[in-house]
């Protein structure tokens, strides 16, 4: 092989290995990964609220007791749902497999239902609502069950980009063959809780 051959066989290998690189780069070797620490990211701040909201709890309940002990059924039914609902963990893993994201979600409903039950109760308590504590878990649950919404939500745009990013081309083929990357699983509103439960105390 002449040396004139070998320059031109090296110049054409040194392009097609940039090429190559852009062309796996193309096909999703990036983009999938990135869209997916994104989901990752967004469900972490969903487990960050669900968290504030069990951890406010405890205090919520032993504020209660001491104004409203005969609510007991109901204060009863928020700590076992609690319970419940931190029993269930989801992890990032999980977050393609429907049964699992439902059975977390169907707990956390539950708690959040139950939760709206006791609230409703307070209005025949007015001892219990000029209680400074109580005010304070009023204006913390209010503003955590606002901050679920909006961390949801978020977590359910990164799910639509993400599973869009797998299922388009070019990275659909990324998705597939380095990946075997699967669909995540959006959080849907169970039937009854388009709304938060209600934290406004002061209603009329």
Do not use: H
């Not at 504030?52 to 609510?71: G, H, K, M, S």
């Not at 109760?121 to 209680?131: I, Q």
Request: glycine share 4%; with cysteine.
């Amino acid at each position: 092989m002449t040396a004139l051959r070998r320059r031109s066989v090296l110049a054409r290998t040194g392009l097609l290995a940039p090429l190559a690189a852009l062309s796996l780069a193309g096909c999703g070797l990036n983009s999938v990964p990135t869209a997916e620490e994104q989901v990752n990211a967004a469900w972490g701040n969903v487990q960050s609220e669900y968290q504030r909201r069990a951890d406010l709890i405890p205090n919520l309940v032993r504020t209660v007791e001491r104004y409203a002990d005969q609510e007991r059924e109901v204060l009863t039914e928020v700590t076992n749902a609690r319970a419940r609902a931190s029993s269930i963990q989801l992890n990032a893993e999980d977050l393609d497999d429907p049964a699992r994201v439902r059975q977390f979600n169907e707990a956390q409903t539950q708690l959040g239902s139950s939760l709206g039950r006791l609230l409703a109760t307070f209005e025949a308590y007015p001892d219990l609502k000029s209680n400074q504590n109580f005010l304070t878990l009023q204006s913390q649950l209010e503003g955590t069950e606002n901050s679920i919404l909006v961390s949801r939500r978020d977590y359910n745009e990164t799910v639509r980009q993400y599973n869009t990013t797998i299922r388009t081309f070019p990275d659909a083929i990324g998705a597939k063959v380095f990946y075997g990357a699967k669909p995540k699983v959006p959080f849907e509103a169970a039937a009854g809780s388009q709304t938060a439960p209600t934290v406004d105390f002061n209603a009329s």
